[in-house]
């Protein structure tokens, strides 16, 4: 007898937090989402992005679209007020969001300033920490958190510097916010992705040579795809992982249990 898995999100509402292109892993999840049936709402940083936003969504008429620059105290409460008035309350949270200035991931770790520190941490890790504790009152029993992470979080990937930092403390808040929430059936995650052609990713500098290499070293063979992100976004949003909480799951091709291949 088979066991019939049924992934219906109808029913649920879900806000995904950036998505600047169809090639954003944010889209990349969100895309699963409205296709089990969610109904979403996009945040995004500026306005240029909600042309691209309103294109993507065109087939979901119910989808909602709210700005929200998330070092604005201001604008993560007009979302979840509108969340609250318009949506009712939460059950799926997709938390794609990162960035650190130019020059501190081109030269030395050492020589990273305290100002581009604190931006890298406060936009890529602790902006995890305040969306929760603003979504909070609406999260339903059952709800889930996923963030994106990177493996430089663990080892050191040159160039990848202070955000290998921050990657670090985002990992850690993940944990402790899912034992802070268990007791409510909320659920955090992590989902660790090899590189992707994205515009976070390539912006990365050398990102060419990473994505090669990371594809030559592989248990794979090869990069993992945004689509295969998605699929472990949808999983660990949906009631699939009910058991799972506080972890970080890599969708990387296996580059990162990788220690030494052998030619032939
Ligand atoms: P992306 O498409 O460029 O998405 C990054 C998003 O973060 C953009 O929508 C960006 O908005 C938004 N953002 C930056 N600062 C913000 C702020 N203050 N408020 C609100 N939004 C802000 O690139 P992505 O690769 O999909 O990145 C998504 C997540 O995946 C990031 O956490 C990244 O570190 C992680 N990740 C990526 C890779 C990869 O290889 N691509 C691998 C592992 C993990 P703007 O466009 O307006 O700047």
């Known amino acids: 007898m088979p066991i019939m898995i049924s992934l219906d999100l109808s029913g649920k509402v879900a806000l995904v937090m950036g998505v600047t292109n169809e090639r954003s892993l944010a889209w990349a999840i969100g895309h699963q989402l409205l296709q089990a049936g969610a109904r979403c709402i996009f945040s995004y940083q500026g306005e240029r992005l909600l ?23 201001s604008d993560l409460e007009r979302l979840f007020a509108r969340i609250g008035s318009e949506m009712g309350g939460l059950d799926m949270i997709v938390h794609a969001i990162a960035y650190a200035p130019r020059a ?24 995890l920490v305040s969306v929760t504790r603003h979504a909070e009152p609406l999260l339903r029993s059952g709800s889930s ?43 955090v995650n992590a989902i660790s992705a090899g590189p992707m052609r994205t515009i976070a990713g390539s912006s990365i ?6 994505f090669a290499k990371a594809a ?22 949906s009631d699939l992982s009910s058991g799972i909480t506080g972890e970080v799951s890599f969708v990387d091709g296996g580059y990162n249990i990788m220690g030494m291949a052998l030619d032939g």
């Open 216 to 237: 030559a070293t592989a248990a794979l063979g090869r990069n993992a795809t945004q689509e295969e992100a998605g699929k472990l976004g949808l999983f660990l949003l």
């Open 145 to 187: 958190i996923v963030t994106l992470t990177y493996y430089a979080s663990q080892r050191v990937v040159a160039k990848y510097n202070v955000m290998g930092i921050a990657k670090a403390a985002l990992e850690a808040s993940v944990r402790y916010m899912a034992y802070e929430l268990g007791s409510k059936n909320i659920r």
């Open 205 to 210: 500098p050398g990102f060419r040579d990473m």
């Open 104 to 127: 501190s991931m081109e030269g030395r770790f050492l020589d990273t300033t305290l100002e581009d520190y604190q931006i890298a941490l406060g936009v890529s890790a602790y902006s």
């Open 51 to 73: 042309s691209g936003l309103e294109k993507l969504t065109k087939a979901y008429p119910e989808t909602l679209f709210e700005v929200c620059d998330v070092t604005q105290e």
